[in-house]
């Protein structure tokens, strides 16, 4: 376990490497709770680049298939979550709580992008 707080500690880097990224996949396989929900926190509040981004996407496709991150997840469409996504404040405002209008947004967003339409 602890290798896998080794590579929580580089998330930024490794989230977004073609062999990192794979690092970060089997540390959420794990199923740790509190280590699943440490990377989302990370990822979170940049949950749309990163959906959009080849290596990034795995592992955010990885954690919208946990059951341990549901909640987080939700938090995010309904814009509850503690560590907002920048480019939704910037796009909707930081005042968006309405998971329709913030759903709708993120759908259109990642379709229409060649790596965001993975995570879909």
């Known amino acids: 376990m602890a290798l896998a707080d080794v590579i929580i500690s580089e998330l930024t880097s490794l ?3 073609p062999y990192g990224n794979y690092l970060v996949q089997n540390v959420l396989k ?10 989302f926190q990370m990822i979170a509040k940049d949950f ?4 959009q981004l080849k290596f990034s ?5 990885k954690c919208l298939d ?5 909640t987080q997840v939700d938090q995010i469409f309904s814009g509850t979550h503690s560590n907002e996504d920048a480019t ?23 379709m229409m992008h060649s790596f ?3 995570v879909l």
């Open 116 to 118: 965001g339409n993975y």
């Open 15 to 17: 989230i977004e490497d």
């Open 88 to 110: 939704i404040i910037r796009c909707l405002g930081l005042k968006s709580k309405n998971k329709k209008e913030r759903l709708n947004f993120l759908v259109q967003r990642l």
């Open 57 to 61: 996407s795995n592992v955010i496709e």
């Open 30 to 39: 794990l199923e740790n709770v509190f280590k699943n929900n440490r990377i």
């Open 48 to 51: 749309v680049r990163l959906s």
């Open 66 to 70: 946990s059951d341990k991150i549901g």
